[in-house]
């Protein structure tokens, strides 16, 4: 895939839910995270071209602040492989506040995001019998 992102985004493993700011709507689980943008694990198709109010469930309080709203345009979705009905979508953040950015960088300087190649590694322990 042609790799055109200016910023290099971070995955996560834990849970921080994506919701449709307005309605309150779960619209899906954060996958990977820059400053630039975000991919998510979606419920629903996603439109590309489409600008979407969001609201992010922040997994620990930042700056006193519980979540984190923001307006980003989806770019692509598709369907993901073996999965029924569930997606991933690309968005790019469109109009951030420095207030904004500054929790996305505290929460990419935080252990629960890491980038592709430091993922933890599991390493299988045999227990004695």
Known sequence: MDERRKSPRKKTDHFIGIYQKKTDEF????????????MISALRLMIAKTKYDIRMLLPMPIGGKFTLTFEAECVWCCESPGSDKKYKAGFNFTDIYL?????????????????????????????ST
Do not use: Y
Request: net charge negative; hydrophobic share 40%.
């Open 27 to 38: 619209i899906g689980k954060l996958l990977d995270l820059s400053t630039k943008g975000m």
């Open 99 to 127: 207030d904004q950015l500054e929790t996305i960088e505290c929460l990419l300087n935080d252990a629960l995001f890491h980038a592709e190649e430091e993922q933890p590694r599991l390493t299988l322990v045999k227990k």
